[in-house]
């Protein structure tokens, strides 16, 4: 167990909906990365908030969204979904942003986009 | 070119092989490389992290790096079943903005047959 917990943990929608998705980053971490995993694009990086602030931005599409709350906790929202959505999105924490940190993966939520 | 290149497999080992896993990147500014495991339905795991080039051991695990050829590997020795897993490779670098997010390769599917 990372200690990094996502829900839920799968999650069924229909084209044009809107999802949230939640993580809570382990103890103590401030860091917060999302991560979308596909079978043809692999694992790719959407965006990482640091201590409340956007720190930086992937391959993130304009339809998505995600924010980090006073508690550390964070949601990536997705709308106006598409079957391409359809994947694993993981979220991960680290202690800080700089350098090398370790990031700490949570289990993941399974898209399906129907 | 994708900025990682990893080689997908499937791979299929008898139990007590010697694995070689690796990957190519192109990103001169990729500092920090990394090795995690990915059970099948959860969450990557670090199994090995290697700042710059070099080797570095940790059981029947040592991943080497060679950032003149922008090549890195991972060695398993003496695989069991237990290592049936997906592995991928990630890097990190300073960018712009400070941030250290990882980028992936697509991961290499092991299967090691008892």
């Known amino acids: 167990d990372s200690g990094v917990t996502q829900t839920p943990k799968h999650l069924i929608t229909a084209t044009g909906q809107r999802v949230t998705l939640r993580c809570s980053p382990r103890?103590?971490?401030?860091?917060v990365y999302w991560y979308q995993q596909s079978l043809d694009q692999g694992l790719q990086f959407l965006i990482q908030?640091?201590?409340?602030?956007?720190?930086a931005k992937g391959n993130i599409l304009e339809r998505f969204s995600a924010q980090q709350f006073p508690d550390l906790h964070s949601e990536l929202n997705l709308s106006s979904l598409e079957l391409g959505d359809s994947a694993l999105y993981f979220c991960?924490?680290?202690?800080?942003?700089?350098?090398?940190?370790?990031?700490?993966f949570g289990p993941g939520t399974r898209l399906t986009v129907l | 070119q994708k900025e990682v290149e990893q080689d997908p497999g499937p791979l299929s080992v008898p139990e007590g092989a010697i694995v070689s896993l690796n990957c190519t990147y192109s990103?001169?500014?990729?500092?920090?490389f990394m090795w995690y495991r990915q059970y099948s339905r959860k969450g990557p795991e670090l199994l090995m992290y290697?700042?710059?080039?070099g080797n570095k051991e940790d059981g029947r695990f040592t991943a080497q790096v060679d950032k003149s050829s922008k090549y890195i590997s991972l060695c398993i020795r003496d695989s069991q079943p237990s290592d049936s897993a997906t592995y991928l490779c990630a890097m990190s670098g300073a960018t712009g903005a400070g941030s250290y997010q990882l980028t992936f390769g697509k991961g290499t599917k092991l299967s090691v047959i008892p």
């Open positions: 991960a924490s680290s202690v800080t942003s700089g350098g090398y940190n370790e990031q700490f």
């Open positions: 908030y640091y201590n409340g602030e956007e720190r």
């Open positions: 990103n001169s500014a990729f500092q920090y």
């Open positions: 290697t700042y710059s080039s």
């Open positions: 103890s103590g971490d401030l860091s």
